[in-house]
């Protein structure tokens, strides 16, 4: 529909809030949302649900929409014969999660749009993904779909039923699986390092052929065992692969920021749309790496990346963004691609020529006759053909960037999915705290800050329980296990950045909540939803990392960081059973598991801990703390106190200035060495694990 063109249909989903679901608002189709209007109108006429879900940025979705949902014909079958539901996957993560198993148990695969019939009571008994308008590649038309499963319903219900039943017996049983009490042993990181090696792609990075997904949990995994065992064939992965994604197309080399996935092995042509949850993740994987190896390039990603989140995506409120559309005019990419003709308009002969070389700019393009860049050369290959400066080279690229950005930010840009996630500004937030302190970027940590203070003051119930989902001022849908730990974690993160004790109070209450209203006390693990959700038709556990971790691998992070911080040890058993449910899958699966693997490898780990006493006005004192945050230690915790100050953490307890200096006590399991108030003394214990 044009912007010229007044709708002539509107359907229950003008009410709601989500982008996704207003973008259906005018559809013929009599979409409602989920609840329980929607579920008594099916019950009370005995019709079955056809269940839509999918998200504001997904390609596909709008495909569908265009094909399907906005056709007359196929919108009357709709109506005539189902009871229509449309669902953001952002918004409901519990529904798309039950009922995506549904389908990967039908169909062997799964994706958005996702498309489920589902009986009166929700059970799913048929479904798939996108479905074409007309029968094509072995694919019914959607049409085609509707009248059997209609046909279905009506003659052959009680096999429907059957199958229904079966399959909510299938997707029920991660809700019921047990802590096994068997031992934990770093045999299960092994095998786990060992399966990333065999199953790594060693000329392009990354992991399978394609499509190719970023996976930035299963990279800072490899970077974590190089730290416990020095392992260099491990961090090879994470190096390569960092380095290869930065190259490709997958990376936004004019705006920052990294697009979704790449629909190829090579990582240059992705699918365009920009996720929160992806450059937050990547953010810390960047600049972990730059903590291990001090390369300027993996730097100008996180300082550019940044640079994207800030402008682009953080709301006049402080809160982040969900997403950015791949489309923009109707086309997918047509944002971000260009022809060498454009390029030169804008840059004159000899710098659009120096550009194309770095980024392969060719008449022919790389994409449907278009150019996505990707660096094709290093600087240093670019500067020895040119008989140049790599300096002088760096600094006409760099000039040359951003005169393309200047023109690029003049198109009509990609719509943006506004509205708030709990969860996704928890894992900006724990991403931002980080980057602010290590790089000494005061608008990254303000930023993280801004956005905490937001979704608590915007984002919390009279209760003190959390919402999940934010837009136009309206808070809603009860937070899920993965919004209450992502957030406590971007909180204790903000503490370790600021050492403002409020964020750690906060982290704590949230946890609180979390064990409350989520925990298995019986089995071990966290349930998604809480006690107080509305009863779906199965509770589940969600273990494996898909693009964003799983809600039980973030609570074991999480757990395990508090009960170093405060020094409460019943943290580390309850965060102990959750291993102890996944060893076996750990281990053969690390790509499913990385963010689970790297909190068992912290439970595994001797903790290391720092204490440092000084005031943070006291360049001492910083010059302490920087020597702290320069290093990769992804299991050392720190905590300060301020002179003359109380506080109320154990691992403070007792500690002072030495001689009248900011001192740093480094503990190994609570245990402290002698305090040290030099820079080089304190590198020496980080890293070389010398007593002194």
């Not at 996944?582 to 720092?610: C, H, I, K, N, Y």
Request: glycine share 8%.
């Amino acid at each position: 529909m044009t912007s010229s063109e007044t709708p002539t249909h509107s359907n229950q989903l003008a009410h709601e809030t989500s982008p996704y679901l207003l973008q259906h608002a005018h559809n013929p189709v009599d979409w409602y949302p989920w609840g329980e209007e929607a579920l008594g109108i099916a019950q009370g006429d005995d019709r079955p649900i056809f269940l839509s879900i999918g998200y504001s940025a997904c390609h596909w979705c709008h495909v569908m929409e265009r094909e399907s949902f906005e056709n007359e014909d196929t919108a009357a079958l709709m109506n005539a014969n189902f009871v229509n539901i449309k669902v953001d996957r952002e918004e409901r993560p519990d529904l798309d999660s039950i009922y995506m198993e549904a389908v990967q148990a039908m169909t062997g695969s799964g994706g958005w749009p996702m498309s489920v019939f589902l009986t009166p009571a929700g059970q799913p008994f048929y479904g798939g993904t996108y479905f074409p308008p007309q029968p094509r590649y072995g694919m019914p038309s959607f049409a085609q779909v509707l009248l059997a499963v209609a046909d279905a319903y009506k003659n052959k219900r009680d096999d429907l039923e059957e199958q229904a039943q079966r399959l909510t017996d299938a997707i029920g049983r991660t809700g019921s699986l047990s802590a096994s009490g068997g031992a934990l042993g770093t045999g299960i990181l092994d095998q786990a390092s060992a399966n990333l090696l065999q199953n790594f792609d060693e000329q392009y990075g990354g992991f399978g052929d394609q499509p190719k997904f970023p996976q930035p949990m299963t990279l800072e995994f490899a970077m974590s065992q190089y730290r416990r065992g020095g392992d260099a064939d491990v961090l090879h992965i994470a190096e390569h692969t960092l380095e290869q994604m930065a190259a490709g197309g997958i990376y936004d080399h004019l705006g920052g920021g990294f697009h979704r996935y790449s629909v190829d092995r090579i990582w240059l042509v992705p699918h365009f749309e920009k996720m929160l949850y992806d450059n937050g993740q990547l953010l810390r994987a960047y600049l972990h790496a730059w903590q291990i190896n001090g390369r300027p390039e993996h730097r100008q990603v996180v300082d550019e990346t940044v640079d994207y989140v800030l402008r682009e995506m953080t709301s006049p409120e402080g809160g982040f963004y969900s997403a950015q559309d791949a489309d923009s005019e109707g086309e997918e990419g047509k944002f971000f691609v260009w022809t060498a003709e454009e390029i030169e308009a804008v840059l004159g002969e000899e710098e659009a020529d120096l550009l194309g070389r770095t980024y392969g700019v060719t008449p022919g393009g790389n994409f449907e006759g278009n150019t996505i860049l990707n660096l094709k050369r290093t600087v240093a290959e670019v500067a020895q053909e040119a008989g140049a400066g790599a300096d002088a080279i760096t600094a006409r690229l760099a000039a040359a960037r951003q005169e393309l950005f200047a023109v690029r930010e003049e198109r009509v840009k990609p719509e943006r999915d506004d509205k708030v996630l709990t969860e996704w500004n928890g894992l900006m937030i724990h991403a931002l705290a980080e980057v602010g302190v290590v790089l000494g970027r005061a608008d990254s940590l303000e930023a993280a800050r801004k956005a905490a203070d937001f979704v608590l003051a915007e984002m919390s119930q009279e209760n003190g329980f959390l919402f999940r989902s934010y837009k136009d001022g309206r808070a809603r849908f009860n937070a899920y296990l993965e919004d209450y730990a992502a957030f406590a974690r971007g909180l204790v993160a903000l503490y370790e950045a600021t050492f403002e004790l409020r964020w750690l109070a906060e982290a704590v209450r949230l946890t609180k909540v979390m064990q409350s209203e989520f925990s298995d006390e019986v089995r071990g693990g966290f349930y998604q939803t809480g006690m107080a959700h509305e009863q779906l038709v199965v509770r589940r556990k969600d273990f494996i990392d898909n693009a964003i971790p799983s809600g039980n691998s973030m609570a074991a992070e999480l757990l395990l960081r508090l009960a170093k911080l405060t020094g409460n040890e019943a943290y580390r058993g309850e965060a102990a059973r959750i291993f102890e449910i996944m060893g076996a899958a750990m281990a053969q699966q690390p790509t499913g598991f990385g963010r689970m693997l790297s909190a068992l490898d912290d439970l595994l780990t001797p903790s290391q801990e720092v204490a440092v006493v000084g005031s943070l006005e006291d360049a001492r004192t910083q010059a302490l703390l920087e020597e702290v945050r320069r290093h990769y230690l992804p299991h050392t915790v720190v905590a300060l106190r301020e002179p003359d100050s109380e506080n109320p953490l154990p691992l403070l307890e007792g500690r002072g200035l030495v001689d009248g200096e900011p001192a740093a006590y480094v503990c190994e399991n609570y245990a402290c060495r002698l305090p040290v108030t030099g820079v080089e003394a304190l590198r020496r214990m980080l890293v070389d694990g010398s007593s002194l």
